[in-house]
């Protein structure tokens, strides 16, 4: 699979929207290989209190992250951008075994290189539960997001 990742820096409003739903997209497939090729080898994250590095524990981070968290459905969107930075907010939804669940929302900070692979991700994420039948991310899991599915604005999240 090729080390490129369009669209490329430097980023447009247009094209800063595109690399985020692109995102979104990827995380919703829940495979953690396929996510953890959008970053550089050698990748540096902040995800709430985990330092990881590269893309090995990456993955390692998400098989854990998606043992624990069901059902999970993600909305991301753009806040902000440069040149190849982007600032990006995200909500999502999933459940404990025991079947508890909780909106997860959060800010994070994206640097790409020339290539277009994320070189740092910085995340702060709160956890809030919620009942299951305030849920308000609905599509078949086995797909993206729908393009008609409401995003966090149109929510008020």
């Not at 995102?23 to 090729?37: C, G, I, Q, Y």
């Not at 985990?50 to 459905?73: C, V």
């Not at 070189?119 to 609905?138: K, T």
Request: hydrophobic content about 40%; cysteine-free; glycine content about 4%.
């Amino acid at each position: 699979m090729s080390d490129i990742r369009p669209p490329l820096p430097p980023f447009t409003a247009e094209t800063a929207a595109q690399k985020v739903r692109a995102a979104e997209d990827v995380w919703n497939s829940r495979d953690p290989a396929r996510v953890a090729l959008a970053y550089t080898p050698q990748s540096v994250w902040r995800n709430r209190h985990e330092f990881i590095q590269g893309r090995t524990e990456i993955e390692a981070f998400l098989i854990r992250k998606w043992e624990q968290e069901h059902e999970y459905r993600l909305i991301k969107e753009l806040w902000a951008y440069t040149h190849a930075r982007l600032a990006v907010r995200f909500a999502y939804e999933w459940h404990t075994a025991e079947g508890q669940w909780f909106r997860s929302y959060g800010n994070e900070n994206w640097d790409f290189d020339s290539q277009g692979l994320m070189q740092a991700r910085h995340a702060s994420i709160n956890d809030v539960p919620i009942e299951e039948s305030q849920r308000l991310f609905h599509w078949d899991r086995s797909a993206p997001r729908p393009a008609e599915h409401p995003g966090l604005s149109a929510l008020g999240l």
